[in-house]
T-cell receptor, first 111, second 114 residues
Framework: QQKVQQSPESLSVPEGGMASLNCTSS?????YFWWYRQHSGEGPKALM?????GDKKEGRFTAHLNKASLHVSLHIRDSQPSDSALYFC???????????FGSGTKLTVEP | EAAVTQSPRNKVTVTGGNVTLSCRQT?????MYWYRQDTGHGLRLIHY???????QIGDVPDGYKATRTTQEDFFLLLELASPSQTSLYFC?????????????FGEGSRLIVV
């Protein structure tokens, strides 16, 4: 059973638009949520982590965490073609030294 | 930024063959991980280690062995490769096992078992 569910599987937005990605944990014992981004032919790279309720903003990227619903979202404003990539949500559990990854959302930003 | 180097980048082997994937990190990180990436499954943890000589079992360990020979080097071994092990393999490292620490990934090793 996958601990992390992501939606949608794929998403297309116009350049300059807003992209919104969703992620839910099936395990309440999480400590951190992470967002990683993977461009084609490369390894995943960390975007940001969040562990407190509310918003965390880093440049054009904003993560929103709702602990009660075990849900985190990632919003990318002013999307650029270079944002086109596979985005993974990952959850770190409080009792385990590993991250559990979702199946990813493929984002395409169309010029 | 932390550097993680994997080799080989691409490998084709036959069913029943032996394969060793290598990973080296040069950032003095304690934790190293092996993940496999498959469409629809995301990244799944095979094995991980918190130091030389240590090995921990991940979520999908069947058919895989791993060995951490030094702090820098972590190897994944497939002794009787099967077509189901065709996948993209990633090695990663982190300073500690705390889930607040960033994972740094290598560029990946694509394995095809025919």
């Amino acid at each position: 059973q996958q601990k992390v569910q992501q939606s949608p599987e794929s998403l297309s937005v116009p350049e300059g638009g807003m992209a919104s990605l969703n992620c839910t944990s099936s395990d309440r014992n999480f400590q951190y949520f992470w967002w990683y981004r993977q461009h084609s032919g490369e390894g995943p790279k960390a975007l940001m982590s969040i562990f407190s309720d509310g918003d965390k903003k880093e440049g054009r990227f904003t993560a929103h965490l709702n602990k009660a619903s075990l849900h985190v979202s990632l919003h990318i404003r002013d999307s650029q073609p270079s944002d086109s990539a596979l985005y993974f949500c990952a959850v770190g559990m409080s009792n385990y030294n590993v991250l559990y990854f979702g199946s990813g959302t493929k984002l395409t930003v169309e010029p | 930024e932390a550097a993680v180097t994997q080799s080989p980048r691409n490998k084709v082997t036959v069913t029943g063959g032996n394969v060793t994937l290598s990973c080296r990190q040069t950032n003095s990180h304690n934790y190293m991980y092996w993940y496999r990436q498959d469409t629809g499954h995301g990244l799944r943890l095979i094995h991980y280690s918190y130091g030389a000589g240590n090995l921990q079992i991940g979520d999908v360990p069947d058919g895989y062995k791993a060995t951490r020979t030094t702090q820098e080097d972590f190897f994944l071994l497939l002794e009787l490769a099967s077509p189901s092990q065709t996948s993209l393999y990633f090695c990663a490292s982190s300073r500690t096992g705390n889930s607040g620490n960033t994972l740094y990934f290598g560029e990946g090793s694509r394995l095809i078992v025919v």
